[in-house]
């Protein structure tokens, strides 16, 4: 199933909403759907961030309803307002640590979306997933839409864990995944990069600390490997949630060409990344196309607005980006540590 079959929202239409005497914002949803929860203001010079930082609580509420809430119409024409309005919301924002993709730093706790060819589509994925603490909550922000695609589609976990086989989720919950990496070979980023170190012993420490396997290679490369479960329980809910970067990191996700070029040159061992059963045994083709496809099936997706906030619970909803045409500016920040899982 392709990008273009996904369930995507028509620009501007929008199912009838009451709005309270008095109230600041209306709540409602974009064609009738019930992710993300649309939010807007329903005054004129409302005060974005002072709203945010009162309702603090309500916001909460409805990211862990609905998984996802879009701010809509907010006046949010910079990165400082944006910053301001995650900061209401989500006072510690997080550093980028324990990397995967180019990020560019705007400001303490906010960073550019991944810096990816524009051509390219990115897989769906919860952030982070390959590390034991990641963010619970993402922020996007569209400081400029681009002139064409550019969408960045969610799909809820739930229910992509719902649409697969259960021979299909059993086999992953059984084996779990194992994630390989590899870090200066010329492709991907390196260790410097990715641990925001130049010690070796501070990128040793960090790894024992975490249960992650490392090992140095000549040239002063770095190779590591980290088994994770795919399937796991929303910290509030109890609920079970498919939350990875399996699909995302297996070398099947590039494009033939890419995938054959870096095949020649690296091998499979040498991969930037790559993804594997728990026991270090392949998954099957069969097993990771179903996972595709019941993201494909999730998949809601609408076209950026500037100065669009979507909010995402990271463990109810992942996200990915579809390929694009013009700049695009798209701002990401992270807030609020799960607790370290063990290995």
């Given at each position: 199933m392709t990008m273009q079959s996904l369930?995507?929202?028509?620009?501007?239409?929008?199912?009838?909403?009451?709005?309270?005497?008095?109230?600041?914002?209306?709540?409602?949803?974009?064609?009738?759907?019930?992710?993300?929860?649309?939010?807007?203001?329903?005054?004129?010079?409302?005060?974005?961030?002072?709203?945010?930082?009162?309702?603090?609580?309500?916001?909460?509420?409805?990211?862990?309803?609905?998984?996802?809430?879009?701010?809509?119409?907010?006046?949010?024409?910079?990165?400082?307002?944006?910053?301001?309005?995650?900061?209401?919301?989500?006072?510690?924002l997080l550093d980028y640590g324990?990397?995967?993709?180019?990020?560019?730093?705007?400001?303490?706790?906010?960073?550019?979306?991944?810096?990816?060819?524009?051509?390219?589509a990115i897989h769906f994925h919860n952030e982070q997933s390959y590390t034991r603490s990641w963010p619970t909550k993402l922020w996007f922000y569209c400081l400029e839409p681009a002139t064409k695609g550019g969408a960045t589609p969610i799909a809820d976990g739930r229910k992509v864990l719902a649409l697969l086989a259960p021979e299909i989720s059993r086999r992953f919950r059984e084996k779990r995944v194992t994630y390989v990496r590899n870090y200066g070979d010329g492709m991907g980023l390196s260790w410097q990069t990715a641990f925001q170190t130049t010690s070796r012993a501070e990128v040793e420490a960090y790894c024992r600390a975490r249960g992650i396997e490392s090992e140095w290679k000549e040239g002063d490369r770095l190779r590591t490997r980290q088994a994770f479960d795919t399937v796991v329980a929303h910290p509030s809910t109890g609920e079970a949630l498919w939350f990875e970067h399996a699909v995302f990191f297996h070398v099947s996700s590039l494009r033939p060409s890419v995938r054959e070029s870096l095949l020649a040159e690296f091998g499979e061992e040498d991969l930037p990344s790559n993804t594997y059963y728990g026991d270090g045994s392949p998954i099957e083709d069969e097993a990771l196309d179903a996972v595709r496809e019941a993201y494909a099936r999730a998949a809601v997706s609408f076209p950026w607005r500037k100065g669009d906030v979507l909010l995402i619970d990271n463990m109810l909803v992942s996200h990915s980006r579809e390929p694009f045409e013009g700049p695009r500016k798209v701002l990401v920040a992270m807030a609020q540590l799960h607790p370290a899982t063990a290995a």
């Open positions: 369930n995507r929202f028509k620009a501007g239409g929008r199912s009838p909403v009451s709005l309270r005497p008095q109230a600041l914002v209306r709540r409602g949803t974009l064609d009738g759907g019930g992710l993300p929860l649309l939010v807007e203001p329903a005054i004129a010079d409302l005060d974005a961030a002072a709203w945010a930082r009162a309702n603090r609580e309500e916001v909460e509420r409805d990211l862990l309803e609905h998984g996802a809430v879009l701010f809509r119409g907010f006046g949010l024409d910079s990165a400082e307002r944006f910053e301001e309005f995650a900061r209401a919301v989500s006072p510690g324990e990397r995967s993709s180019p990020r560019s730093e705007i400001s303490q706790g906010v960073y550019t979306s991944t810096d990816y060819p524009a051509g390219e």
